[in-house]
C-alpha cells in the first residue's frame, strides 16, 4: 500500500518507531500530485520547496526523539481562502491572484505543531458555490468520475483527500461546503460548533455562519486536526463564548444519547439508497445503546432577504474586499468576477443596513428556534440526509444549482455536523454520506457517533482508480 493511502494517526505511528521519514512522504506527494491535479484541478498554489524544508526538520525532530506538536512530519493542505504565508490566498478570485497574506491563526497553529502545509486548495470564487468554478483554472472535477464536480466550496480540499494528496485538509464551511464535498468526494468531514476553530486573518467574508474544520478519512484524523486548531482566540469573541461553555471535543460515551433519525424526502434518482443507509444507521445506533426514534424534519431555514429579492450577506461580502482593495472596489475590479460573484457584490451594494439588521435578528430567532426544537424533542443526536451524487458538469464547467437547505439551515443555528461517508450510490457509482448533527458545543457526542459508524464498518473506505 502506497504511503499516501495512511491516515496522519499511522503516519505518526510509523515517524515515530523510525520506519518512515516525512521526507518520503512528501516526496511521494511531489511526485503524485501534478499527475492528479492534472485531472482534477484540485490545487491553486503548492509550496515544495518550503513543504520539503519543513519536512527535513520533522524528520530530524523524530530522530531525536523529539517531535513538535501534534502533527509532526504530516502533509496537510488548506483551501484557498484561509490565509498562509509564503502562497497566495486568492479566495478563488482572479483579483487576489498576487494576493500575499501572512499566517493565519489556522496556519500559525498547523505550523506550532510542526505540520507540513505543502499546498492551497481549489474553490469557487469566495466560496459562494456548491461547485468548484472560477477565472483562475478549470473547473474542479470528481476524482470518481471527471465528468462529475467535486463539490463547493471546499472542493479541491475533498479531491486531495480522496486521492491520497495529504491525509488532512482544512477547509470552510458557510452553507454546506465541507460536507457536500466530502459526501461527493467519499471522505469524513466534521464541520465544529461555530468558532470552535477560530477565524483571524485579513479576509473574511462569511462572518456569523463561516466555520473552519478538518476533511480527513478518518474520525482519528479529524479529532486530531481539532486537538491542533481548535481553541479560543482573543481576536475572535465567538470563539471565547464556545470555550467559556466547558463543552470540549473528545469522542465520550454515547450510549444513553437520544438520536433523532430523519427519513429522507428527497426526489432523487438514489433517495432510496439514502433511505436503506439511514435504516441500516437507525439499526446500529440501537445496538450501541442509544435511544432511536424517528423525527419529523426540523425548523425549515429562509433567509429574510432584502427589497429587490437582495441575498442578506451580500454586503459582507463586499465589505470584506473594499476592506483590503478599497472603496472603489466593484467599479474597478467588477470586470474581472465571475456571473455568480459579481451578482452577489452588485447586491451588496443595494443591501440596506436595516434589512440586513433584520435578517441577523431573523437568523437569530430562527438559531433559539432550532436549539428549542432539539429540546423539545430530547434530541441529542440528528441524523439525515446530506446531498445527492455530485452532478455532471457541463460544457462550460457549471453545475444545475439545487437546494442546499438541509446544509445551509445548520450554519444560522451553529451546529457541529459531520459528514460520514457511507457508501456508494447503486446508479452512479459514486460516494454519498449522511450527516450527524449534534447540539451547539457537543462537537464530541458527533465524533462519537461518527466513531461508531466507522468502528461498526459502515464506512465508505474505497478509493478512486485515479488515487495515489
Not at 465544529?192 to 485579513?202: D, E, F, G, L, N
Not at 444507521?281 to 424517528?294: N, P
Not at 465589505?319 to 470586470?335: D, K, T
Amino acid at each position: 500500500m502506497s504511503v499516501l493511502r495512511l491516515p496522519a494517526t499511522k503516519l505518526i505511528e510509523l515517524f515515530r518507531a523510525k520506519k518512515l521519514s516525512p521526507v518520503e512522504v512528501i516526496q511521494q506527494i511531489i511526485t503524485e500530485l501534478p499527475r492528479i491535479d492534472s485531472l482534477t484541478n484540485a490545487f491553486l498554489a503548492t509550496d515544495f520547496d518550503r513543504a520539503l524544508d519543513q519536512a527535513r526538520q520533522a524528520e530530524q525532530m523524530w530522530i531525536k526523539g523529539e517531535p513538535v506538536g501534534l502533527l509532526c512530519g504530516v502533509p496537510v493542505s488548506v483551501k484557498d481562502s484561509i490565509e498562509v504565508d509564503g502562497m497566495p490566498t486568492t479566495y478563488g478570485s482572479a483579483i487576489y491572484r498576487e494576493n500575499r497574506q501572512p499566517d493565519s491563526v489556522i496556519a500559525q497553529r498547523l505550523r506550532n505543531h510542526g505540520a507540513v502545509i505543502f499546498g492551497k486548495t481549489n474553490l469557487p470564487e469566495f466560496a459562494l458555490r456548491p461547485e468548484t468554478f472560477n477565472l483562475l483554472r478549470e473547473p474542479g472535477r470528481n476524482p470518481w468520475n471527471l465528468e462529475r464536480t467535486c463539490g463547493g466550496s471546499s472542493g479541491g480540499a475533498g479531491i486531495a483527500v480522496a486521492t491520497g494528496l495529504g491525509p488532512i485538509a482544512i477547509g470552510t464551511d458557510s452553507g454546506g461546503s465541507i460536507r457536500g464535498p466530502s459526501a461527493q468526494n467519499g471522505i469524513f468531514g466534521i464541520k465544529p460548533s461555530y468558532q470552535r476553530i477560530p477565524a483571524v486573518q485579513t479576509w473574511r467574508a462569511a462572518q456569523g455562519r463561516s466555520h473552519n474544520g478538518p476533511m480527513t478519512r478518518t474520525v482519528g484524523d479529524a479529532l486530531l486536526a481539532m486537538r491542533a486548531i481548535a481553541g479560543a482566540d482573543p481576536r475572535d469573541p465567538d470563539s471565547v463564548f464556545v470555550a467559556s461553555m466547558h463543552q470540549n471535543y473528545e469522542p465520550g460515551d454515547i450510549k444513553g444519547l437520544r438520536v433523532g433519525v430523519l427519513g429522507t424526502d428527497v426526489e432523487f434518482l438514489e433517495g432510496q439508497d439514502v433511505t436503506s443507509a439511514l435504516k441500516d444507521a437507525h439499526s446500529l445506533l440501537k445496538a450501541a445503546g442509544m435511544d432511536v426514534v424517528f423525527v419529523d424534519a426540523p425548523p425549515t431555514y429562509s433567509p429574510l432577504r432584502g427589497s429587490g429579492d437582495v441575498w442578506p450577506y451580500s454586503g459582507d461580502h463586499l465589505a470584506a474586499s473594499i476592506a483590503l482593495l478599497g472603496p472603489n472596489f466593484l467599479l474597478e475590479h467588477g470586470s474581472q468576477l465571475t456571473d455568480y460573484a459579481l451578482k452577489v457584490y452588485s447586491d451588496g451594494e443595494r443591501l440596506t443596513a436595516f434589512e440586513y439588521r433584520l435578517a441577523m435578528s431573523h437568523d437569530a430567532k430562527y438559531r433559539q428556534h432550532m436549539s428549542d426544537w432539539l429540546v423539545e424533542k430530547s434530541i441529542d443526536i440528528l441524523l439525515m440526509q446530506c446531498v445527492p451524487a455530485a452532478p455532471l458538469i457541463d460544457k462550460l464547467g457549471r453545475v444545475v444549482d439545487r437546494d442546499s437547505n438541509g446544509l445551509a439551515m445548520f450554519n444560522i443555528a451553529r451546529l457541529p455536523v459531520a459528514a460520514v461517508p457511507v457508501g456508494a450510490f447503486k446508479e452512479s457509482g459514486m460516494p454519498f454520506g449522511l450527516q450527524v448533527v449534534g447540539r451547539y458545543g457537543c462537537d464530541g457526542q458527533v465524533l462519537g457517533v461518527s466513531e461508531m459508524f466507522e468502528r461498526e464498518k459502515m464506512w465508505f473506505d474505497s478509493w478512486p482508480q485515479i488515487a495515489a
